[in-house]
């Protein structure tokens, strides 16, 4: 199957850094990428969807200054979580698709903790 | 409104033993239905997928999953369940050419020997 990687698998930040996370499609190119986030016990949260070479669009509540979005390429979307403060730390994972006509598939995720 | 209900929070199964994890969902269009799971600190799997025609559909470690319309359900069935399936079981409704997924809260599967 489709095969999506993430890194870094987890990084540990000081409050007010910037932080990027890559998610990479290894064996296909996908159209568009989707940015989740996941709290501790609970269930995915689409952030905002990207197509490549194009600006993303961003879920409602999901702040696209704080949570910057790049698709500049066929394989690989970054999300970089500016000025990060502890309330940012949670499990982000992203996905890929390649058409429309295809599911997604998930990377691994991105464990960020904000200290 | 589109949403997913996964009741059980945590199922508790012996190893050997049979199991079905619950799922229902309200959706305004033609659903498309998955099942994932997450073993811990990982990414999500697809464990199987139903988009259209025959209602019982098969996936990968031996898990089946039934479409029932009338109930707008998608539960998922394993006959005999191994310790190696412990983990996060989640069920997500989508539109066929959208984007949006919606993931229903997870189920906890622990399996005692």
């Known amino acids: 199957g489709a095969v999506v990687s993430q890194h870094p698998s987890r990084v540990i930040c000081k409050s007010g850094t910037s932080v990027k996370i890559e998610c990479r499609s290894l064996d296909f190119q996908a159209t568009t990428m989707f940015w989740y986030r996941q709290f501790p016990k609970q269930s995915l949260m689409l952030m905002a969807t990207?197509?490549?070479?194009?600006?993303?669009?961003?879920e409602q509540g999901v702040e696209k200054d704080k949570f910057l979005i790049n698709h500049a390429s066929l394989t690989l979307s970054t999300l970089t979580v500016t000025s990060a403060h502890p309330e940012d730390s949670s499990f982000y994972i992203c996905?890929?698709?390649?058409?429309?006509?295809?599911?997604?598939?998930f990377g691994p995720g991105t464990r960020l903790l904000v200290l | 409104a589109q949403s997913v209900t996964q009741p059980d929070i945590h199922i508790t199964v012996s190893e050997g033993a049979s199991l079905e994890l619950r799922c229902n969902y309200s959706y305004g269009a033609t659903p498309y239905l998955f099942w994932y799971v997450q073993s811990p600190g990982q990414g999500l799997q697809l464990l199987l997928k139903y988009f259209s025609g025959d209602t019982l559909v098969q996936g990968i470690k031996g898990f089946e999953a039934e479409f029932k319309r009338s109930q707008s359900s998608f539960n998922l069935r394993k006959p005999s369940v191994h310790w190696s399936d412990a983990a996060e079981y989640f069920c997500?409704?989508?539109?066929?050419?959208?984007?949006?997924?919606?993931f229903g809260t997870g189920t906890s599967l622990t399996v005692i020997p």
């Open positions: 996905s890929a698709r390649a058409t429309v006509q295809e599911t997604q598939y």
């Open positions: 990207s197509n490549e070479g194009s600006k993303a669009t961003y």
């Open positions: 997500a409704v989508g539109a066929y050419t959208g984007n949006q997924f919606y």
